[in-house]
């Protein structure tokens, strides 16, 4: 049937009482997940930042994830890969998107990968 790479997307913005330029301040840091992801351990950095830069997301549960982002918009979000180290990764985009000058949405775009297991009819579904 179908040869996609990537399942339909699924987003959830959140919009925020501040300057979208605060919001990136907050988003561009190294190691933010540490701070703000409720299942994130340790959010251990290996190059930072920009475009090709790569950190890894370790969850209370022991799963271990190396996100790698692909493209850097200063102030405006990036988008990155995440994934297992030598596996499969899903596409992330993050966008801020500015209300006014005091007032911005956080928009968090997620395309998960394909997984095999499921039969070919079920995923245009999913």
Same mark, same amino acid.
């Given at each position: 049937?179908? =040869?996609?790479? *990537? /399942?339909?997307?699924? @987003?959830?913005?959140? &919009?925020?009482?501040?300057?979208?330029?605060?919001? %990136? #301040?907050?988003?561009?840091?190294?190691?933010?997940l540490e701070l703000c992801h409720p299942f994130? !351990? @340790? =959010?251990?950095?290996e190059k930072w930042p920009g475009r090709k @830069?790569? +950190?890894?997301?370790?969850? *209370?549960?022991?799963? &271990?994830?190396?996100?790698?982002?692909?493209? %850097?918009? #200063?102030? !405006?979000? *990036? $988008?990155?890969?995440?994934?297992?180290?030598?596996? &499969?990764?899903?596409?992330?985009? %993050?966008?801020?998107?500015?209300? $006014? #000058?005091?007032?911005? #949405?956080?928009?968090?775009?997620? *395309?998960?990968? +394909?997984? &095999?297991?499921?039969?070919? /009819?079920?995923?245009?579904?999913?």
């Amino acid at each position: 049937m179908s =040869n996609r790479k *990537y /399942f339909k997307p699924v @987003s959830s913005s959140i &919009k925020i009482t501040t300057s979208s330029r605060a919001i %990136w #301040e907050v988003i561009s840091q190294p190691g933010i997940l540490e701070l703000c992801h409720p299942f994130c !351990e @340790s =959010n251990p950095v290996e190059k930072w930042p920009g475009r090709k @830069s790569i +950190d890894y997301v370790h969850y *209370y549960s022991g799963l &271990k994830y190396q996100r790698i982002f692909t493209n %850097w918009i #200063e102030g !405006e979000g *990036y $988008d990155l890969l995440i994934g297992s180290v030598n596996g &499969k990764k899903s596409k992330v985009i %993050w966008r801020i998107k500015k209300t $006014d #000058e005091s007032n911005s #949405e956080l928009i968090i775009t997620i *395309y998960p990968h +394909d997984i &095999k297991k499921y039969p070919n /009819f079920v995923k245009p579904y999913i």
